[in-house]
């Protein structure tokens, strides 16, 4: 008896446990009821609203029925109208929503109860009147009511600035149909909106956004400045960069910006940049950027102004960013929403007045791709908000800053996600031998290698693979393969790895050089070094006149101071030229003496000087002869070549002698044949005709 009972009784419970599951997934809203209004007068009608909220796999009926008091009005929609012929004027009327589903289950909302006179709902107040030339502002509005010749009731304001999202609501309780903002802040646009209710029926609908801006007033504060480097090469250019005023600094137009600049030299000069009308400021939302170097800036002073004054002057020191020696270690942590920095600060001294923490898209242009926090120096570690990008690098560094510098003190570069690095753009060999090479390649740009790149990956074949680290990052880098082997062809690789992975290779072919060729080669290359050097000599001297080797000689051979050519013109022009002709010489022959071309002018002064010179007795000085015809036949290596030298000439041009053929010292000595040379040619010319005749 007593488990049946149990049973009976669990059932029961499950009966109502399914209706109450069922009363919690099928809810119906009470209806809402209201006599609209317009600007002149109420609708006769009464309207009700209501909202149904279900489980989905609840399949219910499309209708829905509006019941009051003994009449009912069946809808497909959210709403329905009660029409005046079926209601009384300022009387009770009860509510209520009912519909069921495709099981034929009933469900009905809350009864609600009103009296027909507290339901009117007026249209909404329009904003007429502002005043807000000075502080506070103050609204003035109309109340329906009056075009309804109803009561007036209460009214509601709400305000709220642009960059706010949640409205401000004042209520006003009072029939003046005005309201005041007492301290706005400057310079700001407000949107405000009004409704209003006449006697004890409802609230109007809010009115439409009015915006007002309040007066502007002189801005406060200071500019955050800062500069942009290339952190990366040691002499690199600045740009200087800040962040714009918010409204509650501004406190109104931005109309320009006042930048000095002081130099190294110790000179300065001043800028006025309009904010409207300035090409050479280039801004966003937040920040604004001067595009023109810093170079040989030492300092800059900064301040904004509007048309009712200006801030407070920013100060910054211009450094070129050099990096620290030793080794300080930056910890770098990113997600998609934040990066938080951590760094080593127990070195600090008492001159650093703070950090500076700046973030930058890696191979952004100066200027682009960047934002910074300063930092106070207790701190070592920070967390900035932002949205980072995927398989973007982003150069994070600290610096120091104190009155006279700003330093880096340590950088890193960091992606929230890495992806698979791009190919390398250039790969060459630089130089090659027998059993090596060094090759070159271009390192992949930070913007599109989709990661922190720790190294590079270098091989040939299966088994010749090697690491090269990616340090510094925008370096060219080289690296030399060893132990080839000669007169063979290779085939070599390279790829970027990262934490995703390694990129795509890029191939370079090659064959080392051969021993024997290469001694081959060098010699060809000394000879034709050799060839060419004596070409260039022998132009050098056909044009100059001069041989500026010196084992071939230093001076010009002087042709006059050949006996043979004074024999000649002795010849021609001198009956008594025997006389200065060496007994011991013989007439050359003239077909095989060389012809040696030169100035004209030069010829004929010899030439005068020659043909003038008297025969004269032979001068025996210091043990040996001299001809006193105008050469001064000594040693060639003293041949007449200064204006002294030509000036004893004319002294002596009275006499003329000539020296034995046994004399070393002249001209055919050293440039021309002597008899003996000429004979021995012609002794051997006359021998190898008779090998020929026996022949």
């Known amino acids: ?173 009072g029939v003046s149909g005005s309201y005041t903002l007492n301290n706005p802040e400057p310079c700001t646009n407000y949107s405000f909106q009004v409704r209003c209710a006449c006697g004890t029926s409802m609230m109007s609908g809010w009115s439409k956004v009015h915006v007002i801006r309040s007066a502007e007033r002189a801005p406060i504060g200071k500019l955050d400045i800062w500069r942009d480097c290339d952190m990366l090469r040691p ?97 770098l942590k990113m997600n998609r929403n934040n990066l938080s920095v951590s760094w080593n600060a127990t070195w600090i001294t008492d001159n650093i007045s703070e950090f500076v923490v700046q973030y930058k898209e890696a191979g952004s242009p100066l200027g682009k791709g960047l934002d910074w926090v300063r930092v106070n120096t207790s701190l070592t570690k920070i967390t900035v908000k932002g949205q980072f990008k995927n398989y973007t690098a982003y150069q994070v560094s600290v610096f120091t800053v104190s009155d006279h ?40 740009l930070m913007s599109v290698h989709n990661g922190v790149t720790p190294y590079y990956q270098i091989g040939y074949g299966k088994d010749n693979v090697y690491n090269v680290s990616a340090y510094p990052q925008m370096e060219n880098r080289t690296f030399t393969l060893t132990n080839l082997t000669e007169d063979h062809n290779y085939k070599v690789w390279i790829k970027a790895v990262n934490q995703a992975g390694s990129g795509p290779n890029t191939t370079v072919l090659f064959k080392t050089q051969d021993t024997e060729n290469i001694g081959t080669f060098i010699q060809l290359f000394f000879v034709l070094l050799g060839a060419g050097l004596l070409l260039c000599c022998s132009w050098f001297c056909r044009k100059n006149k001069t041989c500026p080797i010196a084992f071939l000689d230093k001076k010009i051979p002087d042709p006059h101071n050949s006996n043979i050519i004074r024999e000649m ?81 004319e002294e002596d041009n009275d006499t003329c002698s000539s020296s034995s053929g046994g004399d070393h010292a002249g001209y055919e000595q050293h440039f021309m044949p002597t008899e003996l040379d000429i004979k021995a040619v012609e002794e051997r010319e006359r021998t190898e005709r008779s090998w020929d005749e026996m022949m």
């Not at 709403?79 to 495709?102: G, K, M």
């Open 1 to 173: 008896m007593a488990a049946v009972t149990s049973v009976w009784f669990l059932c029961i419970l499950m009966v109502d446990c399914t209706f109450f599951i069922e009363g919690l997934l099928v809810t119906l809203s009470p209806p809402k009821c209201y006599i609209p209004c317009d600007d002149s007068s109420c609708s006769a009608d009464i309207i009700c609203t209501w909202d149904s909220n279900h489980d989905p796999s609840i399949s219910l009926n499309n209708t829905y029925t509006l019941h009051w008091e003994d009449y009912k009005n069946t809808v497909t929609g959210h709403s329905a109208v009660i029409q005046r012929n079926y209601f009384t004027s300022h009387s009770e009327l009860r509510v209520w929503i009912q519909t069921q589903d495709q099981d034929g289950t009933v469900f009905n909302s809350k009864t609600v109860s009103f009296n027909t006179a507290d339901i009117i709902k007026p249209s909404p107040p329009e904003i007429k009147e502002v005043l807000s030339s000075q502080e506070p502002i103050e609204i003035h509005w109309r109340s329906p009511c009056d075009w309804l010749m109803l009561e007036v009731g209460h009214c509601e304001v709400r305000h709220r600035t642009e960059a706010e999202t949640a409205w401000t609501e004042q209520k006003e309780g």
């Open 235 to 331: 002499s690199s250019n600045c740009v200087l960069t800040w962040k714009r005023l918010p409204m509650s600094q501004a406190r109104g137009h931005i109309l320009g910006y006042n930048l000095t600049l002081y130099y190294n030299n110790g000179t300065n000069s001043v800028l006025n940049m309009s904010a409207a009308e300035s090409v050479c400021m280039i801004c966003n939302e937040v920040q604004c950027y001067h595009n023109s170097s810093l170079k040989d800036v030492k300092f800059v002073s900064f301040n904004a102004y509007n048309a009712l004054g200006m801030t407070a002057p920013s100060h910054l020191a211009v450094q070129t960013p050099v990096t620290i020696t030793d080794q300080r270690a930056i910890d």
């Open 405 to 444: 510098m700003v330093q880096l003190y340590c950088t890193d570069i960091i992606h929230f996600v890495q992806g698979i690095p791009a190919k390398v753009p250039l790969f060459k060999v630089l130089t090659y031998g027998t059993t090596h090479v060094t090759l070159l390649w271009e390192t992949v």
């Open 569 to 649: 013109k002795y010849q021609i022009n001198d009956s008594l030229a025997w006389l200065c002709i060496p007994a011991t010489e013989q007439h050359p022959k003239m077909s095989i003496i060389e012809i040696v071309n030169i100035s004209q002018g030069a010829f004929t002064s010899k030439m005068a000087d020659q043909m003038n010179c008297d025969i004269g007795d032979n001068i025996v000085e210091e043990g040996r002869q001299k001809t006193q015809c105008g050469s001064g036949k000594e040693e060639y290596s003293k041949m007449i070549d200064s204006d002294e030298d030509k000036n004893e000439e």
